[in-house]
C-alpha cells in the first residue's frame, strides 16, 4: 500500500501468532479506527521494554532487582517449580494453587532446533537449590520428549538426591467426562491415577 | 463398515464425481489408466489420510487445481452413519467429521477401516524392510493409538540422538537423558511388535493353509533391529557406540532396523518360494490384517481388491473369494469383466477417463 504501512505490518507479522491477515487488521485498526491509540501503546510498550528484564533469580518478569514472587516473602522458601516459559508460570500463578517459588528454563532441551544445557536458564540453578536451601522442586514441563528429556537431565545431574522430586501428573482436563479424552491422554490418566483417601 | 457414497472434486484424473453404491459388492472395469486405482486410492485415504501409493498428498490433487475435496458417506456394522471431509490444498490439509474440526488426524485413525489387495503388495515381502516396518506400523497403529504414541516418542528420541551424534565431543550428561528414553520406548515398542506379530502369524498360517489347499505353512518372523533385551544393557551399548554411530551418520541398532519375514515350511519365502507362493502368502497377509481390525475395532473393514484376480489361478480365485468375510463391503477393479462368485449382487461400473457410470444388470 505504502512503505510505512508495509513495514509496520512487516513488523507485525514478525511477532508470535500474527500472520499477514491479522497483522494489516492490527495496522488498520491502529491507524484508521483507533489513532488516538497509538501513542499510549508506543509509550506503554517502551516503558515495558525500559523497565521490565529477567529477573536474575528465577527467570521470571521483573521489574526491580527480583520478581514480585522472589520477593514475596509470604511464599513457600524452600518449594521450587519448574517451568519452561513465563505463560506457563502464569498458568500456574492462575491456578491459585501452588504457594511456592518458580524457576523458568526459557525452552526445553532440544537438539533439533540446537537448545542444550547452555541455551537454557540454567546458569545459577545449583547454587541456588543450596543457598535456598530447595526441599522440593515440581517439574512442571510439557509432557513429549522433550520435556521428559530435561526431566531427565535435571534430575541425574543438577538436582541433589536429598531433594524431593516430582513431576506434574498428565490426564484429565476438569470437568471433562472419561468419554470425551483421547487415548493417549486417558492412558496417563489411567498410569497417574491414586488412591482413594 | 460401509461406503455408501463418495464425492470427489479435483481429485487425480476425476474432475467432479459423486458416486452412490449400491450394496456389498461393487466391481469397477475399464482400460488401465483411466481412474479405477484413483477411486481405490480416494477409499482407502480415510483411514489415515495416507495414500498406499505416494508419500506426497499433493500428488492427489488434480494438475492446476487448487484444492481437492473428498466427501465420505460411511455407514458403521452397527447402521451408524458418518460423514468425512478432507480437503487438500497446497498450503495444507483439513479433516472434518460430522461437519466437526478435526485437528489431530489420531482422532480418526481406527474409525474407517480399509484393506488393500493389490499387486504392488508382493513387494512387501520382496522389497526393502523399510516397507514391511512401514505396514506393521500402519497395521498396529490402526488397531492401537498407544502404538502411535509409542513409536513417534521414539522416532522423537531417535532424531534427538542422531542430531546430537553429529556434534562432537560427546557430552554424557546430553546423550544420557535421550538414550535413556529411547531405550524405554524401544523396548515397549519392540513388546509390541512381538506380541502384534505373534498374532498376526497365527493368522497368516490359518489362512494360506485354506488358500491353498493345505500343504505348506506360512509364518512372518520378527528380526529385532538389536540384539539388547537388558535395558541396562541396551543402554551400555548405546553410549559405546556414540563414536562408531557418528561415523555412521546415524543410530546403528534399534527397533527402527527391525524386520520381519515370511517363511514357507522353515524356508525363507523371499529367497526360495515360488512367485505363486510369494502371491499366496501376501494375500493371506491381507486377510489376516483384516481380521485383524475386524478383532480389534469391532469394525468389518472395508475391502479392496485392485487388479489382483488375474494374477490367480481360478482354483485359488475361488478360494479367495470364499475366505473373504461375507458381511465385508468389497470394491474389485479389472480391465475385463471376471466370472464373479454370485454374480447377481454385484453392482458394476464402467470407468473411463476419469468419468465412472453404474451399469444396470443386462448392459454388460
Known sequence: MSPAFDELVQRLKALPGLGIRSAERIALHLLVQKPEDVLPLQEAITKAAEKLHRCPICGNLAEGDCCSICADSNRDPHLLCVVENVPDLLAIERSSAYRGRYHVLHGKLSPLHDVGPEELNLGNFTARLEEEKIREIILAVSNDIEGEATCHYLTENLIPREVTVSRIGFGLPSGAGVVFADATTLKSALEARRPMS | ?364
Open chain 2, 1 to 364: 463398515m460401509r461406503l455408501e457414497a463418495l464425492h470427489l472434486q479435483e481429485y487425480r484424473n476425476i474432475p467432479l464425481a459423486r458416486l452412490r453404491f449400491a450394496g456389498n459388492r461393487i466391481f469397477l472395469q475399464g482400460p488401465n489408466g483411466q481412474g479405477k486405482t484413483n477411486l481405490l486410492e480416494a477409499i482407502a485415504y480415510a483411514t489415515a489420510m495416507r495414500s498406499f501409493r505416494t508419500a506426497d498428498y499433493h500428488h492427489l490433487m488434480r494438475t492446476g487445481a487448487g484444492e481437492t475435496g473428498l466427501l465420505y458417506f460411511f455407514a458403521s456394522d452397527r447402521g451408524e452413519s458418518s460423514q468425512l471431509e478432507i480437503r487438500l490444498r497446497s498450503g495444507g490439509r483439513e479433516l472434518r467429521w460430522d461437519d466437526r474440526r478435526i485437528p489431530r488426524l489420531g482422532e480418526i485413525i481406527g474409525h474407517f477401516p480399509v484393506v488393500v489387495f493389490s499387486s504392488q503388495d508382493l513387494q512387501i515381502l520382496r522389497g526393502a524392510p523399510s516397507l514391511r516396518r512401514r505396514w506393521l506400523d500402519m497395521t498396529l497403529g490402526t488397531t492401537s493409538p498407544e502404538y502411535l504414541q509409542i513409536l513417534r516418542d521414539y522416532q522423537e528420541a531417535l532424531q534427538a540422538r542422531n542430531k546430537l551424534l553429529r556434534k562432537p565431543p560427546f557430552v554424557e550428561a546430553l546423550f544420557a537423558p535421550f538414550e535413556n528414553l529411547l531405550v524405554e520406548k524401544g523396548q515397549k515398542l519392540r513388546k509390541l511388535r512381538e506380541e502384534g506379530l505373534a498374532r498376526l502369524t497365527g493368522l497368516v498360517e490359518s489362512f494360506y493353509y485354506r488358500l491353498t489347499g493345505g500343504h505348506e505353512e506360512g509364518v512372518l518372523r520378527y528380526l529385532p533391529g538389536t540384539r539388547q533385551t537388558d535395558p541396562g544393557a541396551w543402554r551400555e551399548r548405546l553410549s559405546a557406540e556414540r563414536e562408531r554411530d557418528h561415523f555412521r551418520g546415524g543410530t546403528g541398532s534399534g527397533p527402527h532396523r527391525d524386520d520381519w519375514t515370511f517363511w514357507l515350511d522353515e524356508n525363507d519365502a523371499r529367497a526360495q518360494a515360488s512367485e505363486g507362493q510369494q502371491r499366496g502368502l501376501v494375500l493371506a497377509l491381507g486377510l489376516a490384517q483384516c481380521r485383524l481390525f475386524k478383532e480389534v475395532l469391532q469394525e468389518e473393514p472395508i475391502l479392496l481388491a485392485d487388479d489382483i484376480l488375474g494374477e490367480l489361478d481360478p482354483q485359488r480365485r475361488r478360494r479367495f473369494w470364499d475366505l473373504l468375510p461375507a458381511e465385508a463391503q468389497i470394491f474389485a477393479t479389472g480391465t475385463e469383466w471376471p466370472d464373479l462368485p454370485q454374480e447377481e449382487t454385484w453392482q458394476k461400473w464402467e470407468v473411463s477417463e476419469g468419468r465412472f457410470e453404474a451399469l444396470l444388470g443386462k448392459e454388460r
